[in-house]
């Protein structure tokens, strides 16, 4: 390629397709995203229903800071742009027996709560976040800050210190057996394994190092977005075009083009389009599969178990409910067989543990006054063939009278609008393959070591970004994985 800035091309305008672009702009980098959506945001968007508004992926904002540092790359004050405010509580749950803990985000707040309505103890929660954080901070910048498949980042004193202490993040346990060892009473330990589920995860299988996800929401805070989860698409991509690049909607690309072994561009019908590097911002499952179809894929990564789907319903609901929180949890009585379900049966079980999400405890305007806007979901496995219209009935079914029978109201009467996201939907509305939220599960100890890196070993010029792809999925670990791919590429 000849001319004064170099060109890049990224493949997607998911969180990381953005974050990417708007990188490589600042890098002087002329860049274009094509996306195959109308809009940018990928999983991460906002649908309406009447007069309601619903963010209908991401819900939980943790690490805002990722976010701010993408303005200040551009030189721009992010409070100038992208406001949210910190949680005072975190999460509500509501158990069978009536209890109910709410999660505050001052941490002796929290194990004070824990103390007050479980049988454990304010002492364990606090040994317990204590040992998060040890997991965070020898973790973080070994496995999440950087490629961990770059022999350069192993020979250096930071990683050396945290190799050595690598028993220490609790690899050979899994998270049930660290959480029911630290907890005596059922509910603490099924509050601290719902983490698994951060990545699409089984508390059951994955190890006990998944702990560390706590610390990221008790120590740096959850957040909320001002105008909702969407907020961090809409200000971003007004970021990037300021940044001078250049979206094109509606524009699924249908190759990477190679020349003499190097990405050279992509091809969008007949058109080739040249380029000095290419992203991709797609499933990385799928960039093999329909975008690199002539080259030979790195089948194990590629068939490693994928992460867990979820199923929500979206309810425009015709009341309020004071007792309910931002988000909420209304925990099974049997976690295990909830998990067994989705990881070895590969359905739904009769009593899933359900999560509300209603945005419009905070931003009033996402429903009519004196309703709400209910984002209700399920975890449940990624598709493989399932019969989704009868699991589908089946849950809508045990969702209400599970909900019913705690809120002590019939939920169903209630109901004025609904759209229904499943793993099929999920998968063709954003190419994750198998409707997975978050690429492949991290249930293997050798997860981390196994997702795709940020670049091809085999294709210069092409890198990866996004969730199925190293370090993870989830919006903060996409975020960074478009900061690996901004430091790959020199
Ligand atoms: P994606 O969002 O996967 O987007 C990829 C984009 O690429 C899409 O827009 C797609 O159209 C486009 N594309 C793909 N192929 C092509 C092609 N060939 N040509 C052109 N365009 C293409 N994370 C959290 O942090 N907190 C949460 O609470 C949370 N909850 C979630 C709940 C749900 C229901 C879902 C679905 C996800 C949730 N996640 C959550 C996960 C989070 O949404 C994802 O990890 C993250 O948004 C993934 O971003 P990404 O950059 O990988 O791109």
């Known amino acids: 390629m000849s001319g004064a800035a170099k060109k890049a091309i990224v493949i997607g305008a998911g969180i990381a397709g953005i974050a990417t672009a708007i990188r490589l702009a600042v890098k002087g980098y002329s860049v274009d995203v094509y996306e195959a959506g109308a809009e940018p945001g990928g999983k991460l968007s906002e649908i309406r229903s009447g007069d309601f508004r619903f963010d209908a992926g991401p819900s939980l904002f943790t690490m805002p800071q990722y976010v701010d540092e993408l303005f200040r790359l551009a030189g721009k004050k992010p409070e100038n742009h992208f406001k949210y405010i910190r949680l005072d509580t975190v999460c509500k749950y509501f158990f069978e027996d009536g209890t109910e803990i709410k999660a505050y985000a001052d941490r002796n707040k929290f194990s004070e709560e824990i103390e007050n309505k479980t049988a ?94 706590p610390h990221f929401e008790q120590h740096f805070g959850a957040y909320f977005p001002e105008g909702g989860m969407y907020s961090i698409v809409r200000s971003l991509a007004d970021l990037a075009i300021a940044c001078g690049l250049k979206f094109h909607f509606n524009t699924y690309v249908d190759e990477i083009e190679l020349r003499e072994g190097k990405a050279a561009g992509v091809r969008i019908g007949a058109t080739s389009h040249l380029a000095d590097v290419v992203v991709s911002n797609m499933d990385v499952w799928y960039t093999y599969r329909k975008l690199l179809k002539n080259i030979p894929a790195p089948e194990k990564i590629l068939l490693q178990e994928r992460s867990s789907s979820a199923l929500i319903f979206y309810w425009g609901i015709n009341k309020s409910f004071p007792e309910l929180e931002l988000h909420n949890i209304f925990f099974t009585e049997d976690y295990e067989t909830e ?132 370090p993870g999925g989830g919006i903060p670990l996409a975020l960074l994985s478009a900061k690996i791919v901004d430091d790959l590429i020199q």
Not at 139 to 162: A, E, G, I
Request: charged share 20%.
């Open 120 to 213: 454990d103890t304010a002492r364990s929660v606090h040994d317990f976040l204590d040992k998060s954080e040890q997991i965070y901070n020898i973790t973080d910048p070994v496995f999440l800050q950087r490629s961990l498949h770059k022999w350069r980042n192993y020979f250096n004193l930071t990683t050396l210190r945290s190799v050595l202490r690598f028993p220490r993040i609790d690899p050979f346990r899994t998270m049930n057996q660290a959480n029911a060892a630290e907890f005596k009473d059922s509910k603490t330990v099924r509050l601290f394994n719902r983490y698994a589920t951060y990545n699409g995860s089984d508390p059951y299988q994955a190890p006990a190092t998944l702990n560390v996800i």
């Open 339 to 470: 998990f067994r379900h989705i990881w070895q049966k590969k359905d739904v079980c009769a009593d899933p543990t359900i999560y509300l999400n209603i945005s419009s405890k905070i931003q009033t305007s996402d429903a009519p006054p004196g309703c709400e806007n209910w984002f209700t979901m399920i975890n449940v496995p990624s598709n493989s063939g399932q019969d989704w219209d009868a699991l589908i009935a089946a849950a809508r079914r045990n969702i209400l009278s599970k909900l019913s029978r705690i809120l002590k109201t019939d939920v169903a009467s209630l109901i004025v609008s609904e759209q229904i996201l499943d793993p099929r939907t999920i998968d063709s509305q954003t190419f994750s393959y198998q409707g997975s939220l978050y690429g492949s599960s991290s249930n293997d100890q050798f997860a981390a070591f196994l997702r795709h890196a940020n670049f091809s070993s085999k294709i210069d010029g092409l890198f990866f970004a996004g969730g199925s792809v190293h």
